[in-house]
């Protein structure tokens, strides 16, 4: 089953740079943003990756904005700070709604020498202090499944979150991606409620559906990641899913594409706005292979 898909997403038309990739040309991309809007300013975390033979993803930034646009850098994270020999794509929330509220990052990390990867978190009082924040592992994975790019979402004291899982259980296919729904009182003890979105044999997503954003939580509409095959790995597009009698049902084809390069846009980041508008983050392809961080308006 597959659904309409009448609500805004990103657009690369009219869409603004908010961080140009580090170089220029393949495999150097600034993206997989996470975004939130906190007392009228944007907090946005966001990861800076090199050519493969370069070191692949070296650090995430954690940077702040009046307007959503120009973005001032407060923490910078390193891969080798956290023994990863990558990191992807970062989670950033705060812990209440207290005035006092703590911030956390949710970190993807690669094991050395390995397809498997983990998830980790880190608490501080500022922003400007998470790259010395308290550290904790949160989703371990396991032998069998490697975890990243978490979706994480507070209201209140309940806690969801969405996290991209690959399975590791065949040699060469450790790119194959579902994604898995967990809830949570605290945000670092969670329950696994299992699989909720996955491609469709054929389609435009065969090999990989990963949850990206959520656009609204009631009813749920999601963007997420996809890509048909496994030449298409770091090139995905987005599409939508919704939930419809308790299932998550997706896009019959992509909604947002890049017109250049690799036609890759992935990693969509919502923020709800005050005038009832959002503000999407996301990465997207440049003709000259690389990847910058770009924003737009729905």
Same mark, same amino acid.
């Given at each position: ?15 603004? @740079? ?23 300013? %944007? ?20 940077? *702040? ?15 080798? #700070? %956290? ?10 929330? +705060? ?29 501080? #009082? ?7 924040? /308290? ?9 069998? @499944? ?13 806690? /969801? ?15 194959? =991606? &579902? ?12 329950? #696994? ?24 939580? #009631? ?22 899913? *919704? ?13 947002? +594409?890049?017109?250049?390069? &690799? ?7 919502? @923020? ?7 503000? %999407?983050? %996301?990465?997207?392809? *440049? ?6 961080? =770009?924003?737009?308006?729905?």
């Amino acid at each position: 089953m597959h659904i309409a898909t009448d609500l805004a997403v990103p657009r690369f038309e009219g869409a603004e @740079v908010v961080v140009p990739a580090p170089a220029k040309g393949p495999g150097n991309w600034t993206g997989a943003p996470s975004a939130v809007l906190v007392d009228g300013v %944007f907090w946005l975390a966001y990861r800076v990756r090199r050519p493969i033979d370069a070191g692949r993803g070296v650090s995430v930034v954690v940077a *702040r904005s009046a307007d959503g646009v120009s973005f001032d850098p407060v923490a910078e994270l390193h891969r080798d #700070d %956290f023994g990863a020999a990558s990191f992807e794509r970062a989670a950033l929330v +705060t812990t209440s709604d207290r005035p006092d509220a703590r911030w956390r990052l949710y970190l993807s990390c690669a094991t050395p020498d390995s397809k498997h990867w983990w998830i980790e978190a880190l608490d501080a #009082d500022r922003p400007d202090g998470l790259a010395a924040g /308290q550290r904790q592992v949160v989703f371990p994975g396991s032998a069998t @499944v490697g975890v990243k790019d978490p979706v994480i979402v507070r209201r209140g004291s309940q806690w /969801q979150a969405w996290v991209c899982r690959h399975p590791l259980t065949e040699r060469g296919q450790e790119d194959r =991606m &579902t994604s898995a729904y967990l809830t949570s009182a605290d945000g670092l003890t969670w329950t #696994d409620h299992g699989e909720v979105l996955h491609g469709a044999a054929g389609e435009w997503d065969a090999r990989g559906a990963r949850v990206t954003t959520a656009v609204s939580l #009631d009813p749920l509409v999601l963007l997420y990641d996809g890509r048909p095959d496994a030449a298409s790995n770091w090139f995905e597009t987005t599409g939508v899913a *919704r939930s419809v009698g308790g299932a998550l049902f997706s896009s019959s084809e992509p909604v947002a +594409t890049s017109p250049e390069g &690799t036609g890759a846009l992935r990693y969509a980041s919502a @923020v709800a706005l005050p005038d009832g508008r959002t503000r %999407f983050y %996301f990465e997207a392809a *440049r003709a000259d292979g690389s990847h910058d961080l =770009m924003t737009s308006l729905g």
